[in-house]
């Protein structure tokens, strides 16, 4: 327990009693994340502004055996940012600046607490570009770090771990040090950088990142592609992408979801004829160039079914399909009483196979199961809903489903996250599916950086 | 039912940069577009086509690689277009522009009716359809919100005004300016594309005009004077509130009514 005497210490320590919530003064949203699976209160929040601050409340936290959890924006789906052990929260948010564009190594350097959406502006701004593209924009870039996010555009230009040159973390004991650097090779040691991003807060606190950034493609254009199935859909990927022909994203998506988005977003999708489609989206310079990369594509979908091929090729058109793919989460979320996610990731080869197993199981366990995702990376967002299902009766489906989805990832050579990572809702599936040598060394790496396991204690594994 | 359309070429960015010096727009390495609200007249076009049967033409004025517009529509499943091109219509105002359009819709002849987008991205005066239908003397509505019923003589529509809501008939042939957000535009179709590549879009130049005298037409017919052309202010104030639910809603609509938005 944290008592009011420690209370009073950070109240002095931080010098601002609006950054230092306490008891009654800590609002619920600290006690869940998006998703909300996960419930613990803390017992303070500190908003922190600094890397001193925080090592300075770490160094007291970790003298006086009190948890502490770091937290940014909480839009996390798996419970990673909830203090599950209690403890202090130290919410990053306010560490939201930029604080250098360097473009003659063309990376950006930024706190914690900055939003997704706010990196992206930036650097577009300055003719920059920032390829991880999640769909969550409210999300800090601290809390993508730590997750490994990897978002739509991962077809093409890979996942957060490939954009981040160096860290300034501080350690459970409040230490502050850098990993890596703005360099682009580094064969110099362990890269401990690396071990930083995605381990979910468990090992440090990001308090400065250096991102790397590409030029600005001058263009895309994404096109939207009616099958008649979705299985059909789904089987068309792995030749895509045996063609070479390189989409910044291929995402599959089917008409029920889209009405979903519809009915949620108050607006219509620009095509109803179809049960399932694809949606491809390429970059480059210019129409011209662009049209050469996507013509293979095009005639491969054909080829298999596609019954046109609608192309994209405006602001205007993109806003009114993407932001449907957007507001996917949050629509079938309005559309049921309460429902868990599976983020499961298998080879892109077997995703249609996943896709039909959890078709097929929504009858078998009796509850309603969605699906969207990335087609293009094997990422798949299955969502199992609650509807109208007793509390009872909806923890023992969703039980028997998780079973079977991760069981089937698994047996597709699958693992268990693709991008949200496990925090605490996952950590069950992970340890039935890593090898437990894998566990072990997890393990061992937790206790070198955190051997008081006060640092995020309780997730992964 | 025989439908024109008329549509635009407009530059594909919502950034025209200004020279300082010369007030000219840089368009130089800005690629083109459809402008959006031409989107919604072909819309509304086709669906009225796939109910009632007929043609819907498009036509546009512009440099010669404002094809490309027309080439979009057929895509989405215009079947003509015409493309008034000539050195005589540069530097043309809204008149000037009216007067060609029309003078190119009188050549395409037996049409219906005729649907313009509300404005252009670009030009932004919401102009150029009335002023068509006074060359062409037509009935004409604006800002129509919705197409109701149609015969084969009439079409019902709802048309928005700042402070009313009309259901109007018209007879044809007539001219309706259509909002944004009449309806979803559909996505140009590949299999369309390919389908329409060779098919032939009219070229029409100043001489091939039924009143074919310069004076009317570009430059020469526009009494419009441009003086300055400079970028709008760009106002990002924010204000940063803080307080319960209860305080915040009162200062928001407080806030709301004050800039008159409520």
């Known amino acids: ?461 | 039912m025989n439908i024109i359309v008329c549509i635009k070429q407009v530059p594909d960015t919502n950034k025209v940069e200004v020279d300082p010096i010369t007030g000219v727009l840089k368009r130089n390495g800005v690629e083109s577009k459809m402008n959006p609200y031409d989107l919604y007249a072909i819309e509304t076009a086709l669906r009225i086509k796939e109910e009632k049967g007929g043609t819907v033409t498009v036509i546009t004025m512009g440099p010669p690689q404002a094809e490309a517009v027309i080439r979009e529509s057929y895509s989405l499943g215009a079947d003509a277009g015409m493309l008034l091109t000539d050195r005589a219509f540069a530097g043309a105002d809204v008149l000037a522009t009216s007067k060609a359009i029309s003078g190119g819709i009188d050549l395409i002849g037996d049409y219906d009716l005729i649907i313009c987008g509300k404005q252009s991205t670009d030009g932004d005066t919401a102009q150029v359809g009335p002023e068509i239908s006074e060359w062409l003397k037509l009935p004409s509505v604006t800002n129509v919100t919705a197409v109701h019923e149609i015969t084969d003589t009439t079409i019902t529509v709802t048309r928005e005004l700042p402070e009313a809501t009309e259901k109007l008939m018209l007879t044809f042939p007539c001219l309706i300016s259509v909002e944004k957000d009449i309806c979803i535009p559909r996505l140009p179709s590949y299999l369309k594309k390919q389908a329409t590549k060779d098919r032939e879009i009219r070229f029409v130049t100043l001489k091939d005009l039924r009143d074919n005298s310069p004076e009317g037409y570009g430059l020469n017919g526009s009494p419009t004077q441009v003086q300055r052309i400079f970028p709008p202010s760009v106002n990002d104030d924010r204000e940063m509130w803080k307080g319960d639910g209860s305080e915040m809603s009162e200062k928001i609509a407080a806030k709301l009514k004050e800039l008159k938005f409520i």
């Open chain 1, 1 to 461: 327990m944290i008592c009011e005497k420690c209370y009073k210490y950070f109240l002095d320590l931080i010098g601002d009693s609006s950054r230092v919530l306490y008891a009654d003064a800590i609002i619920e949203e600290y006690s869940h994340d998006e998703l909300g699976g996960t419930y613990s209160k803390p017992e303070l929040v500190v908003k922190a502004v600094s890397a001193e601050e925080i090592s300075a409340v770490c160094k007291f936290a970790y003298e006086h055996d009190i948890p502490v959890t770091a937290r940014g924006s909480g839009t996390g789906l798996v419970g990673a940012c909830v203090p599950v052990c209690g403890g202090i929260i130290i919410d990053t948010t306010l560490m939201n600046h930029f604080l250098e564009l360097d473009e003659e190594n063309l990376t950006v350097t930024v706190e914690p607490g900055v939003l997704l959406m706010e990196l992206s502006k930036y650097v577009e701004e300055h003719d920059l570009f920032y390829p991880p593209d999640p769909g969550e924009k409210t999300a800090t870039i601290g809390g993508n770090i730590s997750t490994n996010a990897g978002g739509m555009r991962a077809v093409k230009y890979g996942v957060t771990r490939d954009y981040v040159r160096e860290l300034e973390v501080v350690l459970p004991d409040g230490r502050i040090v850098t990993f890596g650097g703005k360099i682009v090779k580094n064969s110099s040691g362990y890269d401990l950088k690396d071990l930083i991003i995605g381990s979910e807060g468990t090992l440090a606190i990001i308090t400065k990142a250096t991102l790397k950034l590409l030029p600005l493609p001058k263009k895309t254009i994404s096109l939207l592609i009616p099958f008649p199935d979705i299985s059909t859909a789904i089987k068309t990927v792995p030749a895509i992408i045996k063609a070479k022909c390189i989409p910044t994203a291929i995402e599959f998506m089917q008409k029920e979801v889209i009405e979903d988005a519809e009915s949620y977003l108050g607006s219509k999708f620009p095509d109803s004829s179809a049960d399932a489609y694809l949606l491809l989206k390429f970059d480059g310079q210019s129409t011209k160039e662009i049209e050469g990369y996507y013509e293979g594509a095009a005639q491969i979908c054909l080829e298999r079914g596609a019954k046109d091929i609608f192309i994209s090729d405006t602001a205007e058109r993109d806003e009114t399909i993407w932001k449907a793919r957007g507001a996917f989460l949050e629509a079938i979320k309005n559309s049921t009483s309460d429902m868990d996610e599976v983020d499961v990731v298998v080879p892109r080869s077997n995703v249609s196979e996943m896709v039909e197993f959890s078709h097929k199981l929504q009858e078998k366990v009796g509850a309603r199961i969605k699906c969207f995702g990335h087609a293009g990376d094997g990422n798949l967002h299955i969502y199992v809903l609650k509807d109208d299902l007793t509390e009872e009766q909806w923890k023992e489906k969703l039980s028997d489903a998780m079973d079977e989805m991760y069981a089937k990832a698994k047996s597709l050579a699958g693992e268990v996250s693709g991008e949200h990572g496990i925090g605490f809702a996952k950590k069950e599936y992970l340890n039935r599916s890593l090898d437990p040598v894998a566990i072990e060394l997890m393990r061992g790496i937790k206790k070198v950086f955190d051997p008081k396991n006060l640092l995020n204690p309780g997730k992964i594994f």
